[in-house]
Nanobody
């Protein structure tokens, strides 16, 4: 049984920073690809960032240069450092994990089996 738990959301002013954490319990953490997705009201779930077991990282176009994803295999956690936040970054942020995700599917939320409950990030203008 794999469990995924996100922490670290909150309210921040535009231009500020937040750090989200994702803890993954169960399975072999070092083998997981872990991704962050977000969903704003009335919008589709959007790919934010992902990190593979190789530590290669991938980012959605809207967050490149502002967000950084990293992993700590010893602590079974993945972090998302979010800088220069904008009001349009406001959404529920979800962490997802799975193994065997091919590169062409890494940004597709349908290919991840294990999900957290989500954490709200609100950026005020």
């Amino acid at each position: 049984q794999v469990q995924v738990v996100e922490t670290g959301g909150g309210l921040v002013q535009a231009g500020g920073s937040l750090r989200l954490s994702c803890a993954v319990a169960g399975g072999t953490f070092s083998r997981f690809t872990v991704g962050w997705f977000r969903q704003a009201p009335g919008k589709e779930r959007e790919f934010v960032a992902a990190i593979r077991s190789s530590r290669h990282t991938y980012y959605g176009d809207s967050v490149k240069g502002r967000f950084t994803i990293s992993r700590d295999n010893a602590k079974y956690t993945v972090s998302l450092e979010m800088n220069s936040l904008r009001p349009e970054d406001t959404a529920v942020y979800y962490c997802a994990a799975d193994t065997g995700i091919i590169l062409s599917s890494i940004g597709n939320h349908r290919h991840y089996d294990y999900w957290g409950q989500g954490t709200q990030v609100t950026v005020s203008s």
